[in-house]
């Protein structure tokens, strides 16, 4: 089943209501998704800390097999001061 890259910026904003928040549908199918999230939060934590925090937004959307999301390019990081 697709997902709408809006459902996918609303999870993420739900967990970073202060982010931006960039969603892109790299082959046009639903599936495959690129995301950049810049948040404060991040600041002082590594780049596999700022993913994982994202992935756990998602609420399973992208949990082994039975997932509704095929892949998810993600790029994370604080904004710049």
């Known amino acids: ?15 970073f209501p202060k982010a931006k928040i960039t969603v892109t549908d ?9 995301a950049e999230v810049i948040d ?3 600041r002082g934590l590594n ?8 992935y756990k937004s998602l609420k399973g959307l992208m949990d082994g097999p039975n997932g509704e999301l095929h892949a998810l390019a993600l790029t994370t990081r ?3 001061k």
């Open 1 to 15: 089943m697709p997902v709408k890259s809006t459902q996918i910026e609303n999870l993420i904003r739900t967990a």
């Open 26 to 34: 790299l082959a046009g199918d639903g599936n495959h998704y690129a």
């Open 40 to 42: 404060e939060s991040f």
């Open 47 to 54: 780049r596999i800390q700022q993913q994982k925090a994202v």
């Open 78 to 80: 604080a904004p710049e």
